[in-house]
C-alpha cells in the first residue's frame, strides 16, 4: 500500500514538474513570441525573461527581431567563416543571369539583408515566408536590372540601383503584410558574359581615362581661371584710373578755360588783341612783319 501511494506520488510531483515546465518560458533579449491558443493567435509577448502560458493549450513561436537575415542570388556561401576574405562562393548561374535595359546580359550577384518587424505578420500572414520572400526579391531585382543599361549597373549608378531594387523590395513586402524590414541590398559583383568580358574591361579602361582626362582638364582649368580673373581685375583697375585721371584733367581744362573766359569778358579788346598777336607769334616765329597804319606811317613789328 505504501509503494503504491509512493508511485502516486512520484507520478504527481512528475506531472507538476512538466506543468510547471510548460506554464513558464524564457524570453532572450532581441526576441520576441507569438502566443497562439487552440491555435488562434492571441498575443505576442515582447518583455524579455521568464513569462506564463497555459499548459498544454497554448503554443508559442519564438522570433528572433534583432537578427539580420541574408539571401544570395547567383551565388551562395559554401564556407562562412570568420573572416570575409576566406569565405567560398559558388556561382549560381541560373539566378545571376539578367537582361538589361540596352538588351545586354549581365551576371550579377546580389545580396538582400532584411528584419522581422512584425512577428505576426511573418508567421502568419504569408505562406512559405522564406521562399515567397526569395522569389519576389529576385523578381525585384531583375526589374529593376532590366530598366537600366549595362554601364549603369557596372559603375554608373550602382548605387543608385541598389537603392531602387530596395525600394521595390519593400513595397512588395509591405503590400503582402510580410512583416519584413529590407535594411540592405548589395550588388555584391556585376559582369559581362566571360565571352566579352574582354571587350567590356577595354571600354571600362577607356572611360577611366576618358574620366582621368576629364579631370585633368578641369584641374587645369581651375589653375587658369584664376589668373584669367585676377588679370582681368587688374586690367579693369587700370582702366578706371586711366578714366578717372582723363576726367580730372579735362576738369583741369574746363576751368582753365573758364578763368580765361572770365579774363576775356573783363577785357574783351584787350584779350582779344593779346590772344590774336600770341597767335601771330606762333605762326609766324621768326618773319619780319611790317603793320601799316591807316596814315600810310610803317612800322615794324619784332616777333621773336
Given at each position: 500500500m505504501k509503494a503504491k501511494k509512493g508511485i502516486i506520488g512520484i507520478?504527481?510531483?512528475?506531472?507538476?514538474?512538466?506543468?510547471?515546465?510548460?506554464?513558464?518560458?524564457?524570453i532572450n533579449t532581441g526576441q520576441e513570441v507569438v502566443i497562439q491558443r487552440f491555435g488562434k493567435y492571441i498575443g505576442t509577448e515582447t518583455q524579455p525573461g521568464i513569462n506564463f502560458k497555459l499548459p498544454f493549450i497554448d503554443t508559442r513561436t519564438v522570433v528572433d527581431v534583432n537578427r539580420i537575415y541574408r539571401m544570395e542570388f547567383?551565388?551562395?556561401?559554401?564556407?562562412?567563416?570568420?573572416?570575409?576574405?576566406?569565405?567560398?562562393?559558388?556561382?549560381?548561374?541560373?539566378?545571376?543571369?539578367?537582361?538589361?535595359?540596352?538588351?545586354?546580359?549581365?551576371?550579377?550577384?546580389?545580396?538582400?539583408q532584411y528584419q522581422?518587424?512584425?512577428?505576426?505578420?511573418?508567421?502568419?500572414?504569408?505562406?512559405?515566408?522564406?521562399?515567397?520572400?526569395?522569389?519576389?526579391?529576385e523578381s525585384a531585382i531583375r526589374r529593376v536590372i532590366a530598366s537600366h543599361t549595362l554601364?549603369?549597373?557596372?559603375?554608373?549608378?550602382?548605387?543608385g540601383i541598389q537603392s531602387e531594387i530596395m525600394q521595390d523590395l519593400q513595397s512588395i513586402?509591405?503590400?503582402?503584410?510580410?512583416?519584413?524590414?529590407?535594411?540592405?541590398?548589395?550588388?555584391q559583383d556585376v559582369n559581362p558574359p566571360q565571352e566579352?568580358?574582354?571587350?567590356?574591361?577595354?571600354?571600362a579602361g577607356?572611360?577611366?581615362?576618358?574620366?582621368?582626362?576629364?579631370?585633368?582638364?578641369?584641374?587645369?582649368?581651375?589653375?587658369?581661371?584664376p589668373l584669367a580673373r585676377g588679370e582681368e581685375a587688374s586690367l579693369i583697375n587700370e582702366a578706371k584710373a586711366y578714366a578717372t585721371k582723363r576726367v580730372e584733367d579735362a576738369k583741369a581744362q574746363v576751368t582753365a578755360y573758364q578763368q580765361l573766359y572770365e579774363q576775356y569778358k573783363n577785357g574783351t579788346d584787350v584779350t582779344r588783341t593779346r590772344m590774336y598777336l600770341e597767335t601771330m607769334q606762333?605762326?609766324?616765329?621768326?618773319?619780319?612783319?611790317?603793320?601799316?597804319?591807316?596814315?600810310?606811317?610803317?612800322?615794324?613789328?619784332?616777333?621773336?
Open positions: 507520478v504527481i510531483v512528475l506531472f507538476l514538474v512538466v506543468l510547471l515546465s510548460q506554464s513558464f518560458y524564457t547567383g551565388f551562395s556561401t559554401v564556407n562562412n567563416t570568420s573572416t570575409s576574405t576566406d569565405m567560398q562562393y559558388e556561382d549560381d548561374f541560373t539566378t545571376s543571369k539578367m537582361l538589361t535595359g540596352d538588351e545586354n546580359i549581365a551576371i550579377v550577384e546580389t545580396i538582400v522581422i518587424k512584425d512577428p505576426a505578420n511573418y508567421v502568419f500572414k504569408v505562406n512559405d515566408i522564406q521562399g515567397t520572400l526569395r522569389t519576389v526579391a554601364d549603369e549597373a557596372l559603375t554608373e549608378n550602382k548605387s513586402c509591405d503590400k503582402y503584410d510580410s512583416g519584413v524590414k529590407i535594411v540592405g541590398v548589395q550588388l566579352v568580358d574582354k571587350d567590356f574591361r577595354d571600354v577607356a572611360r577611366e581615362d576618358k574620366n582621368a582626362y576629364i579631370n585633368e582638364a578641369n584641374a587645369h582649368k581651375n589653375e587658369i581661371i606762333e605762326v609766324l616765329k621768326g618773319v619780319e612783319i611790317y603793320i601799316m597804319e591807316d596814315n600810310g606811317n610803317m612800322k615794324l613789328l619784332q616777333m621773336q
